[in-house]
C-alpha cells in the first residue's frame, strides 16, 4: 500500500531532523524511490540506505541489484554459507550488515565463532546482534527498563567476545573505529 511509503517518507523527514542520516529500507521499489529523491536534492548527500534482511536477499544478483539502485548496505539474509557470502562479496563493494546473533522468535542461531572467517571473507562488514526478547519489549505505553538494559549488557559481552576472538585467530583484519563515518550514527 502507498500509505506504507508515504508514512515511512514522513518518518525519514522526521528522523533527518533529529540527525539520523541511516535508513532502513525493506523494498527495491522503495530504495528506488528515496535515492531518486537523494539525488533530486529532496534527501541530503549524506543519507545512506540499508537494505532490510526482510528483503530476502541471498545471491550476489540480488546484492548487485540493491547497489545499482543506491543501497549503502546491505543485509543479506542470516543463514548464508562462507561460501555464499564471497561469491556476493565478489560481485559488490557496499558493506554487509550481517546478523550473527538472533533469537528464537526470529529464527535462533548464534554465530559468534564464525566472525572471523566471515569477515576475511565478506568485509567490508558489520555484524549484527539482533534485539531478540528486547524486541517485544519495545511498547509505546512503556519499556521495562531493566529488561532492556540486561539485553544490552549481553550485546556488549558478545561483540567484546567477538573482538577478542577476531584479534586471536584474524589479527590482520580491520576493526573500525567507534561511529565509523559509513555507519551514519546520528549527529545532534
Known amino acids: 500500500r502507498m500509505?506504507?511509503?508515504?508514512?515511512?517518507?514522513?518518518?525519514?523527514?522526521?528522523?533527518?531532523?533529529?540527525?539520523?542520516?541511516g535508513f532502513l529500507v525493506w523494498d527495491?521499489?522503495?530504495?528506488?524511490?528515496?535515492?531518486?529523491?537523494?539525488?533530486?536534492?529532496?534527501?541530503?548527500?549524506?543519507?545512506?540506505?540499508?537494505?532490510?534482511?526482510?528483503?530476502?536477499?541471498?545471491?550476489?544478483a540480488g546484492v548487485k541489484l540493491v547497489e545499482s539502485l543506491g543501497a549503502g548496505t546491505c543485509n543479506p539474509v542470516a543463514d548464508l554459507t562462507l561460501p555464499m557470502?564471497?561469491?556476493?562479496?565478489?560481485?559488490?563493494?557496499?558493506?554487509?550488515?550481517?546478523?550473527?546473533q538472533?533469537?528464537?522468535?526470529?529464527?535462533?542461531?548464534?554465530?559468534?565463532?564464525?566472525?572471523?572467517e566471515i569477515a576475511r571473507v565478506a568485509s567490508p562488514c558489520y555484524f549484527k546482534m539482533e534485539p531478540g526478547p528486547g524486541l517485544g519489549m519495545y511498547m509505546p505505553w512503556g519499556t521495562p527498563e531493566e529488561g532492556l538494559a540486561q539485553s544490552g549488557?549481553?550485546?556488549?559481552?558478545?561483540?567484546k567476545n567477538i573482538i577478542e576472538l577476531i584479534g586471536e585467530t584474524n589479527p590482520e583484519?580491520?576493526?573500525?573505529?567507534?561511529?565509523?563515518?559509513?555507519?551514519?550514527v546520528p549527529k545532534p
Open 102 to 116: 538472533l533469537w528464537a522468535s526470529m529464527g535462533g542461531f548464534n554465530r559468534i565463532y564464525e566472525t572471523p
Open 3 to 21: 500509505d506504507s511509503v508515504k508514512h515511512y517518507l514522513m518518518d525519514i523527514e522526521r528522523c533527518l531532523e533529529l540527525g539520523f542520516r
Open 28 to 60: 527495491e521499489g522503495v530504495l528506488s524511490l528515496v535515492n531518486a529523491m537523494k539525488q533530486n536534492g529532496d534527501l541530503p548527500e549524506d543519507v545512506t540506505f540499508k537494505v532490510s534482511i526482510f528483503a530476502g536477499h541471498a545471491n550476489p
Open 173 to 184: 583484519l580491520k576493526l573500525s573505529k567507534q561511529s565509523a563515518e559509513d555507519l551514519r
Open 153 to 159: 549488557r549481553e550485546k556488549i559481552r558478545s561483540i
Open 85 to 100: 557470502l564471497a561469491a556476493i562479496r565478489s560481485v559488490t563493494s557496499i558493506p554487509f550488515d550481517i546478523h550473527i
